[in-house]
T-cell receptor, first 111, second 113 residues
């Protein structure tokens, strides 16, 4: 069964700083990778996807995927207090939607 | 606007009682999912459905049933609730052909006493 592990468990960065979140997965047949963000009391919301090896940039967010190393990461540039949330890495093997989630990284951005 | 609506938002149940959690989506998505969220475990897939009349077991189906009577509605049923099923439950919908991330509801907080 797929195992998805995230690190660190929690992360504190200053406003304007860089936040780096890591995720490893166990199934080499994994194809679809998402980062979700969850603010307190809300449901998870998809932040960005990455399907091919390399980097994908969307505004202040950059995702990196290395399937051979079973590794995906998310980097948040110029972090804002509104970025404070729980971030999940989610991986799907074949059927989009049958996601396996990591346990999450709690990010706190202080002003 | 795409939406997934869950009801109730909060529920307190007694051990051994029956609990039904409801989910409605207006996105015309074929696929729907039920996850539970527990600290230290992230979200874990309980049941999912490819369309009306279909239900499939996810990673942790024991103690749960699901029902998909229509494209829009997907229910999660706990026939005999136990304290270990105290959790936050999320419903999601998605369209497998579009490589789009599933859209989640706001969650139902269930406490089984």
């Amino acid at each position: 069964q797929q195992k998805v592990q995230q690190s660190p468990e929690s992360l504190i960065v200053p406003e304007g700083g860089m936040a780096s979140l890591n995720c490893t997965f166990s199934d080499r047949n994994s194809q679809y990778f998402w980062w979700y963000r969850q603010h307190s009391g809300e449901g998870p919301k998809a932040l960005m996807s990455i399907f091919s090896n390399g980097d994908k940039k969307e505004g202040r967010f950059t995702a990196h995927l290395n399937k051979a190393s079973l590794y995906v990461s998310l980097h948040i540039k110029d972090s804002q207090p509104s970025d404070s949330a729980l971030y999940f890495c989610a991986v799907s093997r074949q059927v989009v939607g049958q996601l396996t989630f990591g346990s999450g990284t709690r990010l706190q951005v202080y002003a | 606007e795409a939406a997934v609506t869950q009801s109730p938002r909060n529920k307190v149940a007694v051990t051994g009682g029956k609990v039904t959690l409801s989910c409605n989506q207006t996105n015309n998505h074929n696929n729907m999912y039920w996850y539970r969220q527990d600290t230290g475990h992230g979200l874990r897939l309980i049941h999912y459905s490819y369309g009306a009349g279909s239900t499939e077991k996810g990673d942790i189906p024991d103690g749960y049933k699901a029902s998909r009577p229509s494209q829009e509605n997907f229910s999660l049923i706990l026939e005999l609730a136990t304290p270990s099923q105290t959790s936050v439950y999320f419903c999601a919908s998605g369209d497998a052909g579009q490589n789009q991330a599933p859209l989640f509801g706001e969650g139902t907080r269930l406490s089984v006493l």
